[in-house]
């Protein structure tokens, strides 16, 4: 012991007295604080995602790390010390565990401190307190805490099988090229498609993308398979070792307990492995979203028995995991074979009748056929809710619109379709329950849902689709709105007034041009990136399709006029695509009447977005239509968008037809 005290003392002295060892962590600090001195002073606000600059600096540090204990430990071997001492392969172990003990020791320190810097510039900004900061200090020990052991583990590596060969330098360069922090976005083809149940995920130490580390509500892109990497890793690091340094023992005991060792950690760094494809998150893996789009764009939709009807709803929700348990009551039921909809990638346990009799199911896709006895009059479902792309589940937070089947619903088709001119599958947004049923949900965990809160454990309330929130969130109260935000988002309430009003004047105008369109509902949750607008009674989800934070006004609210008005339409029109070239238009009008801003629309006429796609003649209608729409005042250019909107199932996106629909509309205005 007192031995492996003093290498540890030794190499305390031999890291930090290293310039090149000490120098590099200086120069990694100045890099991120000049970084984030200028994110401060820049225009974006996508606070959550800066952490994705850590990475480039930290490819810098693994190539250092590797090369530097690389040159250590092949300069110590270089004396040959196993030539000279009978306990040589037991020395050669403490050499390297203490080597190890020191790296990290430091590597700890410095990440305190670059913790500590990252945590102030969220204040800085004026981000509130919160397990958000948490989450970041997590996300630092596991993308750059972990590889600089990696690192060292590598460096030893190679040192005790090449030496001190010219050849190392070039094997070290491959090494850090193909296992590098940023070899994801090397790679970028490669690694996009890989998805997160592959065990081919284990060769990357990073994050998918280098910009989208993190999403509104969901959190950061690390789960309990990112820690089984991480485990992985150290375990295949320490299984290298073993393998390569199995020659330097000089006794039969000591290789029969190597290579019990090298058995033992070989079954470990396979379990590792195993844990993480089972528990690795989708919600960020851009190959499960293609994945996903692709079972729906070739899915065959199942024969459905609706011949019921559901009375009410009540869910109890576990108070750790995901586990559900969805009681369905039934009404009028006239079949024993009844079909629900509920997403194919949640296994269930078991379905049992009012009376706790086990039922027999099937599975096809999404569809469950469950066979029940003609009395049956109520059915629990018990499944858990897996992480999917489409479907918000990572760790333990959810995101669930009313269209997202997490439920077991009433329905002949998949609620998730491909969508042939958005160009990949997504949730169709019209009403789920017609009518609207009564849903009754038991949890003692915090949720954000849209029926109201009745008891301090149960909520209640009758709508025509359950949405859900589990996750940590921002609130304001703004007028008679409930307005929810994500952690990373600053508190400015000026900003979202701002925003309110501008939603609620485009939501105005389009209420005129489709007349079952309904007002903004009371809770509106507000969410940065990509998506579309998902709304149902007493909710609205808003993703802002940008880089920037939802109270960035500037870089957001040009969004509003097109989202808004796809909303309306997928509540009213079965298939969404046929209105493309409408809410094209529309979006471009109601921007310009709000003057709401659309970077880049200075440099371009008004025109459709395949407009350089079209036939020459498609070109002269769409022409047409659009200078004579955009010349209208407003009450005409009203009327031609709603009379379009009112013939958008027999005219579609045909723009001959379409032209003829307006000049009929011109026509008679011209007759009045």
């Given at each position: 012991?007192?031995?492996?005290?003093?290498?540890?003392?030794?190499?305390?002295?031999?890291?930090?007295?290293?310039?090149?060892?000490?120098?590099?962590?200086l120069?990694?600090?100045?890099?991120?604080?000049?970084r984030?001195?200028?994110?401060?002073?820049?225009?974006s606000?996508?606070?959550g995602?800066?952490?994705?600059?850590?990475?480039?600096?930290?490819?810098?540090?693994?190539?250092?790390?590797?090369?530097?204990?690389?040159?250590?430990?092949?300069?110590?071997?270089?004396?040959?010390?196993?030539?000279?001492?009978?306990?040589?392969?037991?020395?050669l172990?403490?050499?390297?565990?203490?080597?190890?003990?020191?790296?990290?020791s430091?590597?700890?320190i410095?990440?305190?401190?670059?913790?500590?810097?990252?945590?102030?510039?969220?204040?800085?900004?004026?981000?509130?307190?919160?397990?958000?900061?948490l989450e970041?200090?997590?996300?630092?020990?596991?993308?750059?805490?972990?590889?600089?052991?990696?690192?060292?583990?590598?460096?030893?590596?190679?040192?005790?099988?090449?030496?001190k060969?010219?050849?190392?330098?070039?094997i070290?360069l491959?090494?850090?090229?193909?296992?590098?922090?940023?070899?994801?976005?090397?790679f970028?083809?490669?690694?996009?498609?890989?998805?997160?149940?592959?065990?081919?995920?284990?060769?990357?130490?990073?994050?998918?993308?280098?910009?989208?580390?993190?999403?509104?509500?969901?959190?950061?892109?690390?789960?309990?398979?990112?820690?089984?990497k991480g485990?992985?890793?150290?375990?295949?690091?320490?299984?290298?070792l073993?393998?390569?340094?199995?020659?330097?023992?000089?006794?039969?005991?000591?290789?029969?307990?190597?290579?019990?060792?090298?058995?033992?950690v070989g079954?470990?760094?396979?379990?590792?492995?195993e844990?993480?494809?089972?528990?690795?998150?989708?919600?960020?893996?851009?190959?499960?979203?293609?994945?996903?789009?692709?079972?729906?764009?070739?899915?065959?939709?199942?024969?459905?028995?609706?011949?019921y009807?559901?009375?009410?709803?009540?869910?109890?929700?576990?108070?750790?995991?995901?586990?559900?348990?969805?009681?369905?009551?039934?009404?009028?039921?006239?079949?024993?074979?009844?079909?629900?909809?509920?997403?194919?990638?949640?296994p269930?346990?078991?379905?049992?009748?009012?009376?706790?009799?086990?039922?027999?199911?099937?599975?096809?896709?999404?569809?469950?056929?469950?066979?029940?006895q003609?009395?049956?009059?109520?059915?629990?479902?018990?499944?858990?809710?897996?992480?999917?792309?489409?479907?918000k589940?990572?760790?333990?937070?959810?995101?669930?619109?009313?269209?997202?089947?997490?439920?077991?619903?009433?329905?002949?088709?998949?609620?998730?379709?491909?969508?042939d001119?958005?160009?990949?599958s997504?949730?169709?947004?019209?009403?789920i329950?017609?009518?609207?049923?009564?849903?009754?949900?038991?949890?003692?965990?915090?949720?954000?849902?849209?029926?109201?809160?009745?008891?301090?454990?149960i909520?209640?309330?009758?709508?025509?689709g359950?949405?859900?929130?589990?996750?940590?969130?921002?609130?304001?109260?703004?007028?008679?709105?409930?307005?929810?935000?994500?952690?990373?988002?600053?508190?400015?309430?000026?900003?979202?007034?701002?925003?309110?009003?501008?939603m609620?004047?485009?939501?105005?105008d389009?209420?005129?041009?489709?007349?079952?369109?309904r007002?903004?509902?009371?809770?509106?949750?507000?969410?940065?990136?990509?998506?579309?607008?998902?709304?149902?009674?007493?909710?609205?989800?808003?993703?802002?399709d940008?880089?920037?934070?939802?109270?960035?006004?500037?870089?957001?609210?040009?969004?509003?006029?097109?989202?808004?008005?796809?909303a309306?339409?997928?509540?009213?029109?079965s298939?969404?695509?046929?209105?493309?070239?409408?809410?094209?238009l529309?979006?471009?009008?109601?921007?310009?009447r709000?003057?709401?801003?659309?970077?880049?629309?200075?440099?371009f006429r008004?025109?459709?977005?395949y407009y350089?796609e079209?036939?020459?003649?498609?070109?002269?209608?769409?022409?047409?239509v659009?200078?004579?729409?955009?010349?209208?005042?407003?009450?005409?250019?009203?009327?031609?968008?709603?009379?379009?909107?009112?013939?958008?199932?027999?005219?579609?996106?045909?723009?001959?037809?379409?032209?003829?629909?307006?000049?009929?509309v011109?026509?008679?205005?011209?007759?009045?």
């Amino acid at each position: 012991m007192s031995r492996w005290i003093n290498l540890v003392a030794f190499y305390s002295r031999r890291l930090i007295t290293s310039k090149f060892y000490m120098g590099s962590l200086l120069v990694y600090t100045v890099m991120l604080s000049v970084r984030y001195i200028v994110l401060y002073n820049g225009t974006s606000k996508d606070y959550g995602n800066v952490l994705g600059e850590l990475f480039v600096p930290g490819q810098m540090l693994f190539m250092i790390y590797m090369v530097y204990f690389y040159r250590l430990f092949a300069e110590e071997r270089a004396f040959g010390m196993e030539r000279y001492f009978s306990d040589a392969y037991r020395i050669l172990w403490q050499k390297i565990v203490a080597m190890a003990f020191v790296h990290m020791s430091i590597q700890g320190i410095f990440f305190i401190v670059q913790t500590l810097l990252v945590w102030g510039f969220y204040r800085a900004v004026s981000v509130p307190w919160s397990n958000f900061y948490l989450e970041v200090a997590l996300f630092i020990v596991l993308y750059c805490w972990l590889p600089t052991l990696i690192g060292l583990a590598i460096g030893v590596l190679i040192a005790s099988v090449v030496g001190k060969h010219k050849i190392s330098f070039v094997i070290l360069l491959i090494i850090w090229f193909l296992l590098g922090p940023i070899n994801t976005e090397i790679f970028i083809d490669y690694f996009r498609q890989i998805q997160a149940d592959d065990w081919r995920s284990f060769s990357y130490l990073s994050t998918m993308s280098l910009y989208q580390v993190y999403q509104s509500y969901m959190g950061y892109s690390y789960s309990s398979g990112t820690a089984w990497k991480g485990i992985g890793w150290i375990l295949v690091s320490v299984l290298l070792l073993l393998i390569s340094l199995l020659r330097y023992s000089m006794f039969r005991q000591q290789r029969i307990a190597t290579v019990i060792a090298i058995l033992l950690v070989g079954g470990l760094t396979i379990g590792s492995i195993e844990q993480m494809t089972r528990n690795e998150s989708r919600v960020f893996n851009y190959a499960d979203e293609e994945a996903e789009s692709l079972y729906y764009k070739n899915y065959t939709i199942p024969p459905a028995d609706l011949r019921y009807h559901i009375a009410n709803y009540t869910i109890n929700i576990g108070d750790t995991g995901n586990q559900l348990s969805t009681t369905v009551a039934l009404k009028q039921v006239q079949t024993t074979t009844p079909t629900f909809q509920l997403h194919h990638a949640f296994p269930i346990q078991r379905i049992v009748d009012e009376h706790g009799k086990e039922q027999f199911f099937q599975r096809q896709g999404d569809t469950v056929s469950v066979t029940i006895q003609p009395t049956t009059t109520a059915l629990t479902f018990d499944y858990t809710l897996t992480s999917q792309f489409f479907v918000k589940v990572h760790r333990d937070r959810w995101l669930l619109p009313a269209t997202v089947d997490w439920y077991p619903k009433r329905s002949a088709e998949p609620l998730v379709q491909y969508v042939d001119f958005i160009g990949y599958s997504r949730a169709i947004l019209k009403p789920i329950q017609e009518p609207a049923v009564k849903f009754q949900v038991h949890s003692k965990q915090k949720l954000l849902l849209n029926i109201p809160k009745i008891q301090p454990t149960i909520y209640e309330g009758v709508v025509d689709g359950l949405a859900v929130i589990k996750a940590p969130f921002q609130q304001q109260t703004i007028g008679h709105y409930q307005v929810v935000y994500p952690l990373d988002g600053v508190d400015t309430k000026e900003q979202f007034e701002v925003m309110i009003t501008r939603m609620e004047q485009v939501n105005q105008d389009l209420q005129k041009l489709m007349p079952a369109s309904r007002a903004l509902p009371d809770l509106l949750v507000f969410q940065s990136g990509g998506g579309a607008v998902q709304w149902h009674d007493n909710f609205l989800l808003y993703p802002t399709d940008s880089l920037y934070a939802i109270d960035s006004i500037d870089g957001t609210a040009y969004l509003m006029p097109s989202k808004l008005a796809f909303a309306h339409i997928n509540q009213q029109l079965s298939n969404p695509a046929v209105a493309e070239e409408w809410l094209d238009l529309t979006g471009q009008i109601l921007a310009t009447r709000h003057k709401i801003n659309q970077p880049g629309s200075e440099l371009f006429r008004p025109s459709p977005f395949y407009y350089h796609e079209f036939s020459a003649t498609d070109q002269q209608s769409a022409d047409f239509v659009y200078s004579q729409v955009l010349q209208a005042d407003e009450a005409l250019q009203n009327r031609l968008l709603s009379a379009w909107f009112s013939n958008i199932e027999q005219v579609q996106n045909d723009w001959q037809q379409i032209e003829q629909l307006v000049r009929e509309v011109l026509q008679h205005e011209n007759g009045n």
